[in-house]
């Protein structure tokens, strides 16, 4: 089936050091996710691409579809406590009749 | 109140019973799905349903089952668990025509001794 690479698998930083973890596949992808877990909770979406090259923003977040649409990633500027959670990228390919394939996820811990 | 419910949140259980998860919402989307969250592995997709009628197995199937008894519910069943049953279960729903918006409940955690 398709594979989404992700990485790093974990990282730790210290508050306000900026984040970046990416995704790249060997299939091509017409949308590109980012979604957050929180310790507890259920994923919940963070930024949703359509287009290749397009780079988004939402507030201290900014990602990017690849231009080969086979890859995607996310940075997350001046992190704070609550950044910690895991971070899953996850790709759709054609239309919405599509099932999302998910990335193994990033696992965030931010040091105060 | 949440918009995705799942029921219950934690469950300990023996080898060779039979269990069920439930999975409600009131956000009125017509596609649910069952996923799987294993440490290191991400989330893999079990099962999902695009309407009422309409049951299709996901990557991991084997070993489930499920019922869309309606638009708003969706189960998950384990005739009869095993240890390496023992995850994290999450429902998500979506709306037809969307692209890529899962909405997630809080996930149920199983163990299977």
Known sequence: GQQLNQSPQSMFIQEGEDVSMNCTSSSI???????KQDPGEGPVLLIALYKAGELTSNGRLTAQFGITRKDSFLNISASIPSDVGIYFC???????????????????TVNP | DADVTQTPRNRITKTGKRIMLECSQTKGHDRM???????GLGLRLIYYSFDVKDINK???????????QAQAKFSLS??????????????ATSLSGSTGELFFGEGSRLTVL
Do not use: H
Request: proline residues 3%; charged residues 15%; contains cysteine.
């Open chain 1, 29 to 35: 992808f017409n949308t590109w996710l980012w979604y």
């Open chain 2, 58 to 68: 996901g990557e991991i199937s084997d070993g489930y089952s499920v019922s869309r």
């Open chain 2, 33 to 39: 799905y069952w996923y799987r969250q294993d440490p």
């Open chain 1, 90 to 108: 996850a790709g759709q390919r054609g239309g919405s009749n599509y099932k999302l394939t998910f990335g193994k996820g990033t696992l965030l």
């Open chain 2, 78 to 91: 384990l005739e009869s668990a095993i240890p390496n049953q023992t995850a994290l279960y999450f429902c």
